[in-house]
Structure formats: structure tokens, C-alpha cells
Nanobody, 121 residues
Framework: QVQLVESGGGLVQPGGSLRVSCAAS????????MGWFRQAPGKQRELVAR???????VYADSVKGRFTISRDNAKNTMDLQMNGLQVEDTAVYYC???????????????WGQGTQVTVSS
């Protein structure tokens, strides 16, 4: 059984930094994109950043230049380094991964349980 587990997050002051991490575990045969979404209270879930297995990451305009996504393909892990955090970045952050499970025939999206990031003075 494949699952994604997030770690990191927490409370930080405006201008501060945080790192959230995601680890995929279980019987994984192959992986495609991985990424992060976030959802603030009363708002729709939005893409923050995604990174292909090989290639260039894509970022939401609101986080460009402040956030950096990275992954370790050998370990099926992913990090999101968040610098220059703003109050508007406050949300629950969810990782996802498009994976092919061992014995499966199709890739599908798996999601983490979410981790809270709060930016407040």
C-alpha cells in the first residue's frame, strides 16, 4: 500500500522560513510528477509547485522566487523550502505524487494528510 507522509510546517513570523517534506512509501514501481498544493480557510485548493521526475519545476506566480521545490528520485522524497513567508501563505499544505504502484497498470495521484503552515506575527 502506497502512502505519502508529510513533515515540517508550523508557525513562523512574516519574512521567516520553513521547510516541509514529503516521503512516499510502500510498493512503488515508478513515479511521475510530485508537487505541493495548499488550501487556505474559505479558499479553493491551489497548486504551489510541482516537479517532474526529470526536468524543470513549475511554481505558482505568488511563490516564485521565494519557494524552492526539490526531490530525491531514489528515495521518493520531496521538499519545499519556503523563504520570505507572508501572511498570505498561511494554509494547509498537501503533497501529492503521481505514482505507479507495484503490480498496478496505471499511474494515479496519491495525497498526503496535510500539514499546517501559519505565518503570523
Amino acid at each position: 500500500q502506497v502512502q505519502l507522509v508529510e513533515s515540517g510546517g508550523g508557525l513562523v513570523q512574516p519574512g521567516g522560513s520553513l521547510r516541509v517534506s514529503c516521503a512516499a512509501s510502500g510498493n512503488i514501481r515508478a513515479a511521475n510528477d510530485m508537487g505541493w498544493f495548499r488550501q487556505a480557510p474559505g479558499k479553493q485548493r491551489e497548486l504551489v509547485a510541482r516537479i517532474p521526475y526529470h526536468g524543470t519545476a513549475v511554481y505558482a506566480d505568488s511563490v516564485k522566487g521565494r519557494f524552492t521545490i526539490s526531490r530525491d528520485n531514489a528515495k521518493n522524497t520531496m521538499d519545499l523550502q519556503m523563504n520570505g513567508l507572508q501572511v498570505e501563505d498561511t494554509a494547509v499544505y498537501y503533497c501529492y505524487a503521481n505514482l505507479l504502484p507495484l503490480g498496478g497498470h496505471d499511474y494515479r495521484d496519491y495525497w498526503g494528510q496535510g500539514t499546517q503552515v501559519t505565518v503570523s506575527s
